[in-house]
Every structure is written in C-alpha cells, then in structure tokens.
C-alpha cells in the first residue's frame, strides 16, 4: 500500500499564512489508530484522510484527525481537502465537478468550489447541522483560562455560550484587541473548570471598528486536544456565525462576515463567513476562503 500526501495553507493566497493541513490518499485499509499515528506525525492541527464514500452519489468519505483525537467535523479540513481534489481533477477514478459532497461523522458536507481565471483556488463549505446553543459558562472561569481578568469577558451582548455546527466551541466575546492579543490558553484551568472542561475549546473574539478591514478577530485555543492555538478555525467560526446571525441578523436575508484569525500567531487567516436567515431562523451557515499548494509526497513507514 502507498500513502501519498499533498499540504496545503487554507484560508490564506499567501504561502506559510492561513492553516496548514495534510490530505493523505491511499489510506482504504489504515486502521483509526494508524491514521492517528500519522496525523500525530504531520502535527498539524488537523489531518484529512480520503477514503471511498458509502453513498456512491457523494464525492467521498473524509476523516478528520488532530494530533490528539478524531473530530466529527471541521472547516479548514473540508476547505483544504476539497481545494486539493479541485486541482487533482478526479478522485476514485471519477471526475471532480465545482461542486463535493462529503460523509463525515457529523453529517454530510456540501462543498463548492471556489474558481478564478478558471482555475479552482479555494472552497467553501455548508455546515452540516443547524447552530445549536448548549449552554453558558461561567465568565469568571472563563478569564482564568484565557489567562485574563473577568473585566475582560464582554458579557452584555451574550454570556461565554457553547454554540456548535457538528464540533462544540466556548464562544467568548471580550472587550477590545488587546485582551484579544492579551489571552492565552491555561491548561490547568480548563481541566479544572466545571464549565469550561467540559467543552474544553474556546474560540474568544472581538468585533473591529470602522478603520478595520475585517468585521471579527478570533482566536482559538484547543490544547487538550494537541492544538495550543489554531490559525484558522472553520467549523468555530460557523458557530460564531450562527450565534451572531441569531443576536444580530435580519429576519430575512444574509449576513457576511470577514473573519480574521492567526495574525498573533504568525500565520495570517481570512475567513469569509455567511448565513442564511429566513423568517427569524438561520437556515444555512458556509465559511470559505482561499488555499494555496505547498508540498506533496509519499508516506513510506508502515
């Protein structure tokens, strides 16, 4: 068997910007536990594999792994993923059209591709459950895991929420960029705290003013599950979107938000992020951007 492999940067056009992710090919007889080893190997925060889908109507089955464990779901994996298929051509011996449909554990996933000059250079993706709360953390334990002071957590538009499209995430609004550039994830709290471990990632943000050229920044911390900070989040920031739709949105129409993430990190993010309302409810949440080719190769241990 022959494992091979294409990186990419998601949600960036520029080279060592966005969020790296490994695609892996090949990978029909590996067992959970060696496409763990491999993601661990990659150490990104995710890792895709490819594999047939169950459906043959849908373009394939993708699994999706941190360093640390298998996730339901997940956005710069789908976007990097369906990018990567988009410039291959086919996949399974079948053609790639603009538009995939892929079976993973959360649910099917919708992709569309993104073209320019008639060539694909990014993706986005539907999530595949509506956005669902469940339920609040306390803000003072909040802080402590942000390393931050309680007066730094905004609680006026909504208290730190659980909110999930297929992956939960603490959604936590602080004051200002400084308290955005200030957080920094404390492991010991968050395996301490009753409200917090239990989700265990948080995604914090801060709304920009008007000299910004970005609507949000967001960060997000995930170390219990091997990701310290992650570049570029999809899946939290389509949660974000769904929960901003439901305090913010129209009763019918579209919201659309430019989401930037990774710049404290060094690895510079550009989320596009949309929801659909109609009637007061939100019936469609995509987070999309572009991608760039950064290496390929073959696995050869095993």
């Given at each position: 068997m022959t494992l091979t492999y294409e990186t990419v940067d998601v949600f960036t056009d520029v080279a060592f910007g966005g969020n790296p992710l490994a695609v892996v090919f090949g990978a029909e007889g590996l067992s959970a536990a060696a496409m763990q080893a491999i993601a661990?190997?990659?150490?990104?925060?995710?890792?895709?594999?490819?594999?047939?889908?169950?459906?043959?109507?849908h373009t394939a089955r993708v699994r999706i792994f941190t360093p640390n464990i298998e996730v339901p779901f997940a956005g710069h994996p789908n976007v990097?993923?369906?990018?990567?298929?988009?410039?291959?051509?086919?996949?399974?011996?079948?053609?790639?059209?603009?538009?995939?449909?892929?079976?993973?554990?959360?649910?099917?996933?919708?992709?569309?591709?993104?073209?320019?000059g008639g060539r694909p250079v990014g993706a986005t993706l539907t999530a595949p459950q509506p956005f669902q709360r469940l339920g609040e953390a306390d803000a003072t334990e909040v802080a402590a895991c942000l390393g931050l002071r309680p007066s730094q957590i905004?609680?006026?538009?909504?208290?730190p929420v659980t909110g999930t499209v297929g992956l939960p995430f603490l959604l936590v609004e602080l004051t200002d960029r400084a308290a955005?550039?200030?957080?920094?994830?404390?492991?010991?709290?968050?395996?301490?705290?009753?409200?917090?471990?239990?989700?265990?990632?948080?995604?914090?943000?801060?709304?920009?003013?008007?000299?910004?050229?970005?609507?949000?920044?967001?960060?997000?911390f995930a170390p219990l599950?091997?990701?310290?900070?992650?570049?570029?989040?999809?899946?939290?920031?389509?949660?974000?979107?769904?929960?901003?739709?439901?305090?913010?949105?129209?009763?019918?129409?579209t919201i659309r938000l430019r989401i930037a993430q990774g710049v404290e990190m060094g690895r510079p993010s550009l989320l596009?992020?949309?929801?659909?309302?109609?009637?007061?409810?939100?019936t469609a949440i995509r987070i999309g951007g572009r991608c760039v080719a950064i290496r390929r190769g073959e696995i050869v241990a095993g």
């Open positions: 661990r190997e990659f150490n990104y925060s995710e890792t895709t594999f490819v594999l047939p889908p169950q459906n043959p109507a990097g993923t369906a990018t990567v298929l988009a410039w291959r051509d086919k996949v399974f011996d079948r053609p790639i059209g603009d538009r995939m449909v892929f079976e993973e554990t959360a649910g099917l996933v919708p992709v569309a591709i993104i073209q320019e905004r609680e006026g538009r909504h208290q955005l550039e200030a957080a920094r994830p404390v492991t010991s709290a968050i395996l301490s705290s009753p409200s917090v471990a239990p989700v265990k990632d948080i995604h914090c943000y801060v709304r920009t003013g008007n000299g910004d050229d970005v609507d949000l920044r967001t960060r997000m599950d091997g990701v310290p900070e992650d570049p570029a989040t999809g899946s939290a920031n389509c949660a974000l979107a769904g929960l901003l739709a439901e305090l913010d949105g129209p009763a019918d129409g596009l992020a949309e929801a659909d309302r109609t009637g007061g409810v939100t």
